[in-house]
T-cell receptor, first 110, second 111 residues
């Protein structure tokens, strides 16, 4: 599988602040998916990005796929306590397997 | 639809014991996966299956076995449990578009 690096590993924010996590690859990706895992829960699919430069929004969440398809980001505007969890990126290699990054653990201080 | 179900939710094993983690999905997905997640870490693929009767090794298959006799079920067998197998085990399924749907997980403690 294709390897990616996620940064930061941890992020603590005050409620209402913005949050961004980055996913970087040394190789071109065919697509990338994002998952969220709540504490004690299981990963839940958020979105898939396929096209170069693609930007998708889900309410306060904005997902971007880089022009070179080597990096991606997830930005959350005005974080809420419900955003707490670990966010994983998972590049697809055109096959049916995903390789998950180590994730960014988000803590939101009320 | 129940989605992906896993049993048991939690289990304590003694070193050397064996057990089977059950996974079932009702979405008629061809692809099924087993992952382990160690505390504070990402997901590592143990085994996967692209259809009934077909299985293959993932990144960390040692100490585990799988079978896929039906589309719905994908059990994971642990033989001779070791403390290093203490982890949370997630089963997932997918329809081939790479999006994966996860079960609630099985927490395993080997003492």
């Amino acid at each position: 599988g294709q390897q990616v690096m996620q940064i930061p590993q941890y992020q603590h924010v005050q409620e209402g602040e913005d949050f961004t996590t980055y996913c970087n690859s040394s190789t071109t990706l065919s697509n990338i998916q994002w998952y969220k895992q709540r504490p004690g829960g299981h990963p839940v699919f958020l979105i898939q990005l396929v096209k170069s430069g693609e930007v998708k929004k889900q309410k306060r969440l904005t997902f971007q796929f880089g022009e070179a398809k080597k990096n991606s980001s997830l930005h959350i505007t005005a974080t809420q306590t419900t955003d707490v969890g670990t966010y994983f990126c998972a590049p697809g290699a055109g096959s049916y397997q995903l390789t998950f990054g180590k994730g960014t653990k988000l803590s939101v201080i009320p | 639809n129940a989605g992906v179900t896993q049993t048991p939710k939690f289990r304590i094993l003694k070193i050397g014991q064996s057990m089977t983690l059950q996974c079932a999905q009702d979405m008629n997905h061809n692809y099924m996966y087993w992952y382990r997640q160690d505390p504070g870490m990402g997901l590592k693929l143990i085994y996967y299956s692209v259809g009934a009767g077909i299985t293959d090794k993932g990144e960390v298959p040692n100490g585990y076995n799988v079978s896929r006799s039906t589309t719905e079920d994908f059990p994971l067998r642990l033989e001779l449990a070791a403390p290093s197998q203490t982890s949370v085990y997630f089963c997932a399924s997918g329809g081939g578009g790479e999006t994966q749907y996860f079960g609630p997980g099985t927490r395993l403690l080997v003492l």
